[in-house]
């Protein structure tokens, strides 16, 4: 018993390693993400510090410029780190009809899936956080964590990835019977850059537009780890890890569902 699932854990262990060294070889290409993210947070800055000053403020409902700027870079990379998305990855197979040999393959496709995307991410992550780090220091100063919020925030960001790879399946696996995701894929990656922070922080959306997009499934993948690593507090943890459990629970039972019946649909359609 023990021997198998020390085979089974080895197998998926060699499927990630392979994936993250084939993202990992494209080295220039990770790197020309890092020039995007050091624009878009000196401007993020230069609008915030207007903003700030103009209001005569040193701080915002608990977020001073220097907490406002490293999370906005956390948010920024930890969302930069997921490209390429996993929904166009499978929306691919799906077209050329190889998912019809992947799934017959000894290995679970969802998970075959799940340790590739993480291959994938690691590389793209570990570039834009070390070139957002050294931006964000050079705009605000150093980052203002303990290394008790730095974990707990790393934690909360893989339960974030793990909810986008369950949304992001989802949306790929609809290919079964849509003649195209990429726009259902385009209007989710819309609803996080608008709803998940990457901007502007949920904290500053009015009362009620906040309290919504804390509970929307946006917010929970990137902008709540990068809040708790800046600004932690005990309700926010126990928020966010709430809201990320409950929206793993639904997205995977919604992504497992649908590939349920999309393999039905392969049987009966012959691929």
Known sequence: MMDQLKKVIEKYVAIFKVQYQTKAAYFSTLLSETPIIALRLWILSQFYYATYQTHGMTEYKGLTIQALIWSLMFIQAFEGGSFPSISSVIDEEVKSG?????????????????????????????????????????????LPATWWSILLGV???????????????????????????????????????????????????????????????????????????????????QHFIFVQLLWLIITGAIAFYIFNRGMKHVSVQGG
């Open 155 to 237: 934690f909360l960001m893989y339960l974030g990835y793990t909810l986008n790879f369950f949304i992001e399946m989802s949306i790929g696996l609809l290919s079964f019977w849509l003649e195209d995701t990429e726009s259902i894929a385009w209007l989710y990656q819309k609803a996080v850059l608008l709803l998940g922070g990457y901007f502007l922080p949920l904290s500053m959306f009015p009362d009620t537009a906040r309290t919504v997009a804390e509970w929307l499934p946006f917010g929970a993948l990137y902008y709540g780890p990068a809040q708790l690593i800046v600004n932690f507090s005990l309700p926010a943890l």
């Open 98 to 142: 190889s998912i019809a040999y992947t799934i017959n393959r000894p290995y679970s496709y969802i998970l075959f899936q799940y340790v590739g995307y993480l291959g994938r991410t690691i590389p793209s992550l570990i570039i834009n956080l070390t070139g957002g780090a050294i931006t964000a220091w050079i705009l605000v100063g150093g």
